[in-house]
């Protein structure tokens, strides 16, 4: 199975604390309890050295806010930067921004070469302000856009912020980011009128985007998320890659499936019971379908996280009902996308590409009720 994967992602949490509180957050289990620089150094040797046939490694310095262990940061890479191993590796880092002082903006750009870091924006001013502790004016934009020009900026959806989804992306467009843009796990979507709100944002997002073609659609709008849909329908493909490519170590070495599973995100006792669930037997196979799953025609290429399917139902294949309902809006505003994009000739790729778009587009229009 290992032959499958291209890639792995290890995160290492180093540290439970986080600076903020947003009013999203999924790890609802916080506490003091840091990762020693040690137990970091001993699983990236582990997993950098690790004879499993796969060649490159990301792996994620994880929080809480990961920068309130910023010596812990500096002292990993530099020692891994001097180790000879076997595997290409990128250390990447996901921050709310605010603990960056001149010093640690120095040797931040000293080291992009083996540390990359994204920057969680939640959209405009008030938007950001308002999931995000008030902390917009003290982040420094300018940074991340000249330092890590090809990273895109992590927007997350609240219910209270998605009436304004279209004018966030945009503000981050227009500031010179590439947007990476969810809704909010573990929160509640269950309001009706959540599915017509962002099903006029994404409409709102299309005609901007038609009117500004050098714009890059933020992920809820790339066109790529439909380029297999047509293809091979009778097949059943995993898209998570929890306890599969993906690790996460908890402070005190602990491995789980992913950051969903870890203890500061489900607390201590369902986290321990992740650990008996067997992922390997999920890939490639219809077992791993709910009946309502394996009539929906956006299956393999649904967003799906087991993660947050084991802390909404307790079963890592069945889906959380509303989010379920959020994620095929999203795919009908992608079929709309293309057809808006062939109309005005902005269709992109090659012939072949395009006629796979406009065939996914017309199924889901077909399908997807």
Not at 92 to 118: C, H, Y
Not at 148 to 173: H, N, R, W
Not at 273 to 279: G, P, Q, T, Y
Not at 306 to 314: H, L, Q, R, V, W
Request: with cysteine; proline share 3%.
């Amino acid at each position: 199975m290992e032959s499958e994967i291209h890639q792995k992602n290890i995160t290492l949490v180093l540290t439970h604390r986080c600076n903020l509180h947003c009013v999203y957050c999924y790890e609802k289990h916080k506490d003091n309890q840091t990762m020693p620089f040690e137990t970091a150094r001993r699983i990236s040797d582990y997993e950098l050295t690790l004879d499993d046939g796969i060649d490159d490694v990301e792996i994620d310095l994880f929080g809480g806010e990961p920068l309130l262990e910023f010596d812990t940061v500096r002292r990993l890479v530099e020692y891994c930067k001097t180790q000879n191993y076997p595997k290409q590796y990128i250390f990447f880092i996901t921050t709310n921004g605010v603990l960056l002082d001149d010093e640690r903006k120095n040797w931040l750009k000293q080291n992009t070469d083996r540390l990359q870091m994204g920057l969680s924006l939640d959209g405009t001013r008030q938007m950001h302000n308002l999931n995000r502790n008030d902390s917009f004016d003290k982040i420094d934009l300018g940074f991340f856009r000249s330092v890590y020009p090809l990273q895109a900026v992590k927007m997350t959806v609240s219910a209270e912020t998605l009436p304004s989804l279209a004018d966030g992306v945009i503000f981050c467009t227009e500031q010179g980011f590439d947007v990476s843009c969810n809704l909010a796990y573990g929160i509640d979507w269950s309001a009706p009128e959540n599915i017509s709100l962002l099903g006029e944002q994404l409409k709102k997002l299309i005609a901007y985007y038609i009117a500004h073609p050098k714009a890059k659609p933020c992920a809820m709008l790339d066109v790529e998320r439909l380029k297999f849909l047509s293809y091979n329908l009778g097949e059943y493909k995993r898209y998570c890659g929890a306890g599969y490519a993906m690790k996460a170590y908890d402070y005190d070495g602990q491995v789980y499936p992913c950051q969903h599973f870890l203890p500061i995100s489900i607390g201590r006792e369902k986290a321990l019971k992740s650990l008996k669930i067997d992922f390997t037997n999920s890939v490639n196979d219809e077992k791993s379908y709910t009946e309502k799953c394996k009539e929906c025609i956006i299956r393999n290429v649904c967003p799906t996280c087991y993660g947050e399917n084991f802390s909404a139902t307790g079963n890592i294949h069945l889906r959380d009902k509303n989010m379920c309902e959020l994620f095929r809006v999203q795919f009908k505003a992608l079929a709309y996308f293309v057809s808006e994009l062939f109309r005005n000739d902005m269709l992109p790729g090659s012939n072949a590409e395009k006629a796979a778009y406009l065939k996914s587009a017309i199924l889901i229009n077909e399908k997807l009720r």
